[in-house]
């Protein structure tokens, strides 16, 4: 199993390079092409997923956990641009970067859920 850590989600999510999105992770076309992403959505889809993957999930870490929320807040409730975002991010996480946010699954690894 490989981990994103928070710093490596934060530069993911500072390449950007869609439209962003809010109250979902994905935004498709009516070709379901991805259109558009959250902060969330836009760093995922920097590390080469995107929800239609099923090799990836949350992780359990509590630092994690709150990274999620708080990107979610700050794109979804305050609406801030994703330069925006990732500036906060750099400065709230500046001590966390190594917790895991997403864990990575790889062949013959088996989730603690299934």
Same mark, same amino acid.
């Given at each position: 199993?490989?981990?994103?850590?928070?710093?490596?989600?934060?530069?993911?999510?500072?390449? /950007?390079g869609?439209?962003?999105?809010?109250?979902?992770?994905?935004?498709?076309?009516? %070709?379901?092409?991805?259109?558009?992403?959250?902060?969330?959505?836009?760093?995922?889809?920097?590390?080469?997923?995107? /929800?239609?993957?099923?090799?990836? %999930?949350?992780?359990?870490?509590?630092?994690?956990?709150?990274?999620?929320?708080?990107?979610?807040?700050?794109? %979804?409730?305050?609406?801030?641009?994703?330069?925006?975002?990732?500036?906060?991010?750099?400065?709230?996480?500046?001590n /966390?970067?190594?917790?895991?946010?997403? %864990?990575?699954?790889?062949?013959?690894?088996?989730?603690?859920?299934?």
């Amino acid at each position: 199993m490989k981990h994103i850590t928070v710093s490596k989600m934060i530069k993911a999510i500072e390449k /950007n390079g869609l439209p962003q999105a809010h109250f979902q992770m994905f935004a498709r076309g009516v %070709d379901g092409e991805i259109v558009a992403a959250c902060a969330l959505g836009q760093g995922l889809r920097n590390l080469g997923l995107d /929800n239609s993957d099923s090799n990836w %999930d949350l992780s359990s870490s509590s630092t994690g956990s709150h990274f999620r929320s708080e990107v979610m807040y700050l794109n %979804d409730t305050c609406k801030e641009t994703i330069p925006v975002i990732v500036e906060i991010l750099k400065e709230k996480f500046k001590n /966390n970067g190594r917790a895991v946010v997403y %864990d990575i699954y790889e062949e013959g690894d088996t989730r603690a859920r299934d």
